[in-house]
Structure formats: structure tokens, C-alpha cells
């Protein structure tokens, strides 16, 4: 517990340091703030439910790949779009993370990259980023390659296997989804930019 708390604290304390101050939209949660969120766990969204999501076609779903390019072209998940975490605070990227049509889900290999892509987000007041929780190595465990249940008597267990055993043959087992990589490497996404708001005429 100690040595994960030490590597949200840490990060935490860095990211708080290194982000800009926003001066078009004010916004800036004190360390404490977002420590409490951090420890709360608000910013997860399971492998299960992410499972779903794709399964569904869910077009409200934008997956983002914080590692880098060369990981990202090995591998990654169905039509996710890579942002590596050195590139997080470029102009080209702010439009399409600060938007409130779509769940942007960050991943990596564990948390510790995502977790850090979404903490500075959340400083600069973006809300609609969330994390993969346990990344790749979570989903290649409980999505790609999910285990049986050791008790048959456990029905929510089996539903939870079956439901996985299905994900994984929808999303491809554990194989490289190198459809996914080219589709998504060939297009970037579409960024749709907020509507300013009008100026209300006098006032005091």
C-alpha cells in the first residue's frame, strides 16, 4: 500500500510543480484536492467495462495511448490514438482533451504513465479523462486471457468469466490487433472544437 501511495504521491507533487497556469480558463486543485480524488479512485474505469464498451461500438469511447510511438506500434488496443505523455501538453492535442463529447480513457503498460496523463489534465479542469485501470498488463490478464473461476458454485464469477471469454474472442485473444494499429496510425482523430460563449451585452 505504502509503495502505491508513493508512486501517486511523488508524481503527484512533480505534475502539481510543472503544469502551466492557465490563464484563458482558471483552474488549478490544490495538492490536497487532488490527492484526495487520486485516493478515492474516480478516475478508474475497469477493464470490464472498457471490454463492453468496444464489444458495443460505443461511440461516446476515445481510448489514448500515453506510451510511446514504437510500443504503441507493436501494439494497442482497438482504436485507440497515441499521445505520448511527452507530447500531452502540445497545442495540437488541447481541443481534443479538453471536450465533453466523448470518455477519453488513458492507458499504458500499468497506471503509473496514465495516472500521470490524467493528473495533469484534471489541473488544467479537463473532466472528461479517465484511466484504464491496471493498463495492458490488467487487460491482457482479465480481458485477452481471463481464468476460469476455481468455484463453480460462484454465479457471479462465471458471469464475469463468460462475459470475458466472449470479450476476448470479439477483441481478438491475446494476438497483436495490427488491423487496429494501421487504422489508427493512418488517421488521426476528428477534434471538435467547443463554441465560444457569447459576451452578454452591459452588466456592471
Do not use: H
Amino acid at each position: 500500500m505504502r509503495l502505491i501511495l508513493a508512486s501517486v504521491i511523488i508524481p503527484l507533487g512533480i505534475i502539481i510543480a510543472a503544469v502551466p497556469e492557465n490563464t484563458t480558463k482558471p483552474f488549478r486543485l490544490t495538492a490536497g484536492e487532488l490527492l484526495n480524488e487520486v485516493q478515492n479512485g474516480s478516475q478508474f474505469i475497469s477493464t470490464d467495462q472498457i471490454a463492453d464498451m468496444l464489444v458495443q461500438k460505443d461511440p461516446s469511447l476515445q481510448l489514448i495511448d500515453v506510451r510511446s510511438q514504437a510500443e504503441f506500434e507493436k501494439y494497442s488496443l482497438p482504436g485507440s490514438v497515441n499521445v505520448p505523455l511527452s507530447d500531452l501538453l502540445s497545442k495540437e492535442w488541447s481541443d481534443f482533451l479538453d471536450q465533453g463529447l466523448r470518455m477519453n480513457v488513458f492507458y499504458s503498460n500499468g497506471n503509473l504513465k496514465s495516472n500521470e496523463a490524467w493528473m495533469i489534465t484534471r489541473q488544467l479542469g479537463y473532466k472528461n479523462n479517465y484511466v484504464l485501470q491496471g493498463g495492458l498488463n490488467y487487460w491482457a490478464e482479465t480481458i485477452l486471457n481471463p481464468q476460469a473461476p476455481k468455484s463453480v458454485l460462484a454465479d457471479d464469477e462465471i458471469a464475469k468469466y463468460d462475459f470475458r471469454k466472449g470479450a476476448s474472442a470479439a477483441l481478438g485473444g491475446g494476438n497483436t490487433l495490427e488491423s487496429n494499429v494501421k487504422e489508427s496510425k493512418s488517421s488521426k482523430p476528428v477534434i471538435v472544437k467547443k463554441k465560444k460563449k457569447k459576451r452578454v451585452a452591459g452588466g456592471c
